[in-house]
């Protein structure tokens, strides 16, 4: 009976060591990196973002394991300040509702999005945080001279970074090969990003010059497009960071005129015309922005082949003309007539 007890009480004691240690091990998590800053001097602009998890963490016990560079502890001074306020102006500027703070006595709290940048002296001309719509904190590494890049953007390999705040700390890696331009190819280029699940996979993006944080934007689609006057068209668009959409056009109608994906139906007394279709994003902030696809309506035309083949069986079949008599080209289905 008393063995029995004693494998009870180790089982519950091994249980609550790891529920204790996966709770602990959360306290923050690493979300993107910054990996390609843009500027010649890339080791003063490049920036870190993880969230705290659901109990404040102090700065003073932080520490940095940079795939490149020593760690250099953290700084907050006047510059630190006149930086922030740069980009808070900035982000006002574009229409944005949400600050950069940094954080008092070194608390930052629970639940907060952080930044951090790899110098106080890093440059608030390439690191625009956009219409950000959420108050994130933003700490400084005390670094004011190391221009080396922190991390490695070209070649081969795994990079690894490592904060640690004590008693927990996380780690993630990225392959630098696998890094991409702003047009999805797998090249070094300014504006690269790495961005992590809660359990480390990563994902690889770039949004050009800009800080770790999601970007508002929206496409459309194609700037032109065409098609028959009173003929339904699938329109398909794509937006960050907004809180609603919406498409719009002097005629026509939509499907579901709220949804990125919808359909556009125009009228068939509109051939001739260019009907501007706009999509508009709108973010938390109620800042709007929009993109607009022009479409061409063209006459509504039915290829004038006669309705009427008569056949013998065994015959020859006839070619049949790609081109209608009214010159409307297309493709038969089946291609050959059959004889049998």
């Given at each position: 009976m008393k063995l029995q007890k004693l494998k009870h009480f180790l089982i519950i004691a091994v249980l609550a060591l790891f529920s204790y240690q996966d709770t602990f091990s959360q306290c923050f998590q690493i979300e993107s990196i910054l990996v390609d800053a843009c500027g010649v001097q890339e080791g003063l602009n490049e920036m870190v973002r993880f969230k705290v998890g659901n109990t404040a963490i102090n700065t003073s016990n932080m520490s940095v394991s940079w795939p490149n560079n020593p760690w250099q502890g953290l700084i907050r001074n006047s510059v630190t300040a006149s930086k922030v306020a740069t980009l808070n102006a900035d982000i006002l500027d574009a229409g944005g509702c949400g600050q950069l703070i940094e954080p008092t006595g070194g608390v930052l709290p629970a639940n907060a999005s952080v930044i951090l940048v790899t110098s106080h002296n890093f440059d608030t001309d390439l690191n625009s945080?956009?219409?950000?719509?959420?108050?994130?904190?933003?700490?400084?590494?005390?670094?004011?001279?190391?221009?080396?890049?922190?991390?490695?953007?070209?070649?081969?390999?795994?990079?690894?970074?490592?904060?640690?705040?004590?008693?927990?700390?996380?780690?993630?890696?990225?392959?630098?090969?696998?890094?991409?331009?702003?047009?999805?190819?797998?090249?070094?280029?300014?504006?690269?990003?790495?961005?992590?699940?809660?359990?480390?996979?990563?994902?690889?993006?770039?949004?050009?010059?800009?800080?770790?944080?999601?970007?508002?934007?929206?496409?459309?689609?194609?700037?032109?497009?065409?098609?028959?006057?009173?003929?339904?068209?699938?329109?398909?668009?794509?937006?960050?960071?907004?809180?609603?959409?919406?498409?719009?056009?002097?005629?026509?109608?939509?499907?579901?005129?709220?949804?990125?994906?919808?359909?556009?139906?125009?009228?068939?007394?509109?051939?001739?015309?260019?009907?501007?279709?706009?999509?508009?994003?709108?973010?938390?902030?109620?800042?709007?922005?929009?993109?607009?696809?022009?479409?061409?309506?063209?006459?509504?035309?039915?290829?004038?082949?006669?309705?009427?083949?008569?056949?013998?069986?065994?015959?020859?079949?006839?070619?049949?003309?790609t081109t209608s008599p009214n010159g409307i080209s297309g493709t038969w289905n089946p291609a050959v007539v059959s004889n049998t």
């Open positions: 945080f956009g219409a950000l719509t959420d108050n994130v904190y933003i700490i400084f590494q005390n670094n004011p001279t190391t221009v080396s890049g922190h991390f490695a953007n070209s070649g081969t390999g795994i990079r690894t970074l490592t904060i640690s705040f004590g008693s927990c700390s996380d780690t993630v890696s990225y392959d630098r090969a696998l890094l991409i331009d702003t047009n999805g190819a797998t090249v070094p280029a300014d504006g690269a990003i790495v961005q992590y699940t809660p359990a480390g996979t990563a994902t690889y993006i770039n949004n050009g010059c800009s800080a770790p944080v999601p970007p508002f934007t929206v496409d459309a689609g194609p700037a032109t497009m065409s098609a028959c006057a009173g003929t339904t068209i699938s329109l398909n668009g794509i937006a960050q960071g907004y809180q609603s959409v919406r498409w719009s056009a002097a005629s026509g109608t939509f499907s579901t005129a709220t949804n990125l994906s919808t359909t556009y139906t125009s009228s068939a007394s509109q051939a001739g015309t260019v009907v501007a279709i706009t999509l508009t994003a709108i973010n938390s902030c109620g800042l709007e922005i929009r993109d607009t696809i022009n479409l061409t309506l063209t006459n509504s035309t039915t290829p004038n082949f006669p309705t009427v083949l008569s056949l013998c069986t065994g015959s020859t079949a006839p070619v049949l003309n």
